[in-house]
């Protein structure tokens, strides 16, 4: 899993998705620090080792950011913890 970017509202996220027009990409509600951020995710890899190549291999468009190779799990803990915190599973 590559994250890109987290932001603190989901209108901030897409806002700034539409203004950079990031299309096709995924994004998840998590907790981290006692706080919801909104997140955008490049993808999901078969392997770290893949991801790993995916980040370092951004597309022009992307090589603002600096990715965050994670795995599924910690990101699956993080959104069950962000529904925790929100009250509902609903984003």
Known sequence: ???LVA???KES???YAARKALRGMS???VERGGQLFYVLLLGVFPTRAAADEAAANLPAALS???PW???VESLQEAI???DALAG???I
């Open 7 to 9: 932001l603190g509202s």
């Open 64 to 66: 603002e950011f600096d």
């Open 80 to 82: 069950r913890r962000g």
């Open 13 to 15: 996220l897409e806002y």
């Open 69 to 71: 190779v994670r795995r």
């Open 27 to 29: 994004a998840a509600r």
């Open 88 to 90: 509902t599973s609903e």
């Open 1 to 3: 899993m590559v994250q």
